[in-house]
Every structure is written in C-alpha cells, then in structure tokens.
C-alpha cells in the first residue's frame, strides 16, 4: 500500500467524519498511522494540528496537517491522483454536482437528523425526523440522476459522495436499532439497496465501526442529551 509513514489520521472512532476519511484511505489503498483521540483530554498534537476547531478528522501528510473531512477527501483524491481509483469526476460540472450534494448532506441533512435525535423537546425531535426524512427523499432523487442506473453515486464505480454519505451509514443502523429509521426500503428503495452494495464492498467493511458499539454510544449520548434537557427545563 502507498501512503506509510507519510500519513497519519488523528481520529475517534464513532465519528462519522472520521470513518468518511477512513474509506477514502482505503478505497485508494493508501496505509497510514492511525492515532485515536481522547477528547475528555484532546492530544497537544491535535491542538496543535487543527487550532480553529480542535476536532477530528485531521490528517497529517509530510508533517502538515489538513482539517474539515470534505476538505481532507479532496486533498487525498488530489494528493494522491496516481493511486487507486479517482473520487471526484473528472468533468468539471459533474465534480460540481458531487460538492453541490455533500454540502447538502452535512448542511441539511445532518442538521434534521441531530435535531431528531437530540432535540430538547418531543415536538423538536419530531419536526426534525420530519425534515430528515424529507431530506432523504431527496437524496433518493439525487442517487437516481447522479448514478444513472449504475450501483454506486460514482456510477459504476465508487466516487466521492459514496464515501460522504457511507461514512454515516454505521449511525444510520445503529439507530435503526434505537428506533429511528432513516431509509425506507418503501420510500428510498435506491438508497436502500446502495446501503447494502457500498458496506459489502471489500475495502469498506474493514473500516466500518462496530455497529452494536455505536448503538451503546448513541443511548449514552441520547441519555447525556435528555439530561441536559430536563436540566434547563428546572
């Protein structure tokens, strides 16, 4: 594998950004040094290496550190253009289409989905499963014009928004376990069956967190949440 000594990914391993990260350094075949984050004591290196925000991911090549997991897929598609396949199309309109669909995916879609399983209210929480849901019909729309009738986003093989919204799709089950369904095999069918390809793939399960971990996670960070909410209503 291409990649050694010269990369290493400053990560936690629930993170779905992280695991975004994760699946392009594994499509591409790059092998790196992976460094897990204790965020009740964040890493001098990790606040050194991303001052702004102090999250994770950050990868580090040749010593310099890039942040944000949108910008690191990017940089490792470009940085690394002679290895493994290419995530980004290669024409221009289609690269575009490809950011233009990320950025809905973290800006909207997330932003419903935290809402709807942490929202402080069960009118919040409600609403926001509303939206996500309605988010997600919309990526249905966006798999089917993007795909053109082909297994991945990337057509027939896979391309960068695969990795951006697989990288969500361990929280996807482990919620699913936990009540709150976010693809439907009635209303997103196309989603559904890309869910099942993408996981099955050889270079994505490795890196795929254990799903029964995050369901543990998710009902400490779902308990943590209702604390909270039941503290600010006193």
Request: proline share 5%.
């Amino acid at each position: 594998m291409a990649g050694g000594n010269d990369l290493k990914l400053l990560g936690m391993w629930a993170s779905p950004f992280v695991v975004r990260v994760k699946l392009a350094l594994s499509l591409k075949g790059l092998s790196y040094e992976y460094v897990e984050e204790d965020f009740s004591t964040k890493s001098e290196l990790l606040l050194r290496s991303n001052p702004v925000h102090k999250k994770v991911p950050v990868l580090i090549h040749h010593g310099k550190p890039i942040c944000e997991s949108s910008i690191i897929l990017q940089y490792i598609d470009e940085a690394f253009a002679g290895t493994g396949p290419s995530l980004l199309p290669a024409d221009p309109y289609e690269r575009a289409i490809a950011r233009f669909w990320a950025a809905y995916i973290d800006d909207k879609m997330l932003a419903a989905w935290t809402q709807a399983t942490k929202g402080k209210t069960e009118e919040e929480r409600a609403e926001g499963m509303k939206q996500t849901l309605a988010t997600v019909a919309t990526l249905e729309g966006a798999f089917r014009d993007c795909s053109k009738g082909k297994p991945f986003f990337g057509g027939d093989s896979v391309g960068y928004l695969d990795v951006f919204l697989g990288g969500l799709l361990g929280w996807v089950r482990a919620y699913e376990k936990l009540g709150v369904k976010t693809f439907d095999p009635e209303k997103t069918p196309l989603l559904v069956a890309w869910a099942e390809r993408f996981w099955s793939l050889e270079a994505v399960e490795p890196v795929m967190p254990d799903v029964s971990k995050l369901v543990e996670f998710g009902k400490m960070l779902l308990a943590r949440a209702a604390a909270a909410a039941a503290g600010e209503g006193n």
